[in-house]
């Protein structure tokens, strides 16, 4: 069966511009977790969706990032008025329930902010 | 909020010999969770704790989740050159289901 995906692979994008990436989590999947991981740190914990609704925004570091999942499958990470600080690996996991259950990691996106 | 700390942050050594790293939270965690990560790649689950005291064995690797559920350490036995790769540990506090990852241990052998 398919894995999570994640669009685009990777993405440069000049300062000041605004970015959508893509999450397809495991069918089935309730849970999605987006997260943000830099070189040489562990995964950074951005926003969590338990169905359509986001049960936990805490981690999102400013309101220039706003994420969806309208339909409770694929979601949207957004940014807006991109920072070359933003620069970082995106990551997508989905599981099948809340906080206790294995996740299973999509292979990313590497955003480039110039 | 919530800090997962994890030691050392780097690792180098001699295929055969054993490596162990340690995984800290600063609140109760409901589980635990460890994750490899080869260069590269993404995090992929390893093993879940839940028990207070809980030990659980894959082969050469055994996991520990301590009595208080506040820390965790990963042993490998015998480490070969596959088991190259960086090691999180990841959990949510026991009041909410977020994940809150670990620095990770990077963890280098050599032939």
């Known amino acids: 069966g398919a894995g999570v995906s994640q669009t685009p692979s990777n993405k440069v994008t000049e300062k000041g511009k605004y970015v959508e990436l893509r999450c397809d989590p495991i069918?089935?999947?309730?849970?999605l977790y987006w997260y943000r991981q830099s070189l040489g740190q562990g995964p950074e914990f951005l926003i969590y969706f338990q169905g359509t609704g986001a049960a936990d925004d805490s981690g999102l570091p400013n309101d220039r990032f706003f994420a969806v999942r309208p339909e409770g499958s694929v979601s949207t990470l957004k940014i807006q008025r991109t920072e070359r600080g933003d620069s970082a690996v995106y990551l997508c996991a989905s599981s099948l329930g809340p906080g206790g259950n294995e996740q299973f990691f999509g292979p990313g996106t590497r955003l480039t902010v110039l | 909020g919530q800090q997962v700390m994890q030691i050392p942050q780097y690792q180098h050594v001699q295929e055969g010999e054993d490596f162990t790293t340690y995984c800290n939270s600063s609140t109760t965690l409901s589980n635990i969770q460890w994750y490899k990560q080869r260069p590269g790649g993404h995090p992929v689950f390893l093993i879940q704790?839940?028990?207070?005291?809980e030990v659980k064995k894959q082969k050469r690797l055994t996991f520990q989740f301590g009595e208080a559920k506040k820390n965790s350490s990963l042993h490998i036995t015998a480490t070969q050159t596959t088991d190259v790769g960086t090691y999180f540990c990841a959990g949510p506090p026991w009041n909410n289901n977020d994940m809150r990852f670990g620095a990770g241990t990077r963890l280098t052998v050599k032939p």
């Open positions: 704790l839940v028990k207070s005291g």
């Open positions: 069918s089935g999947h309730t849970a």
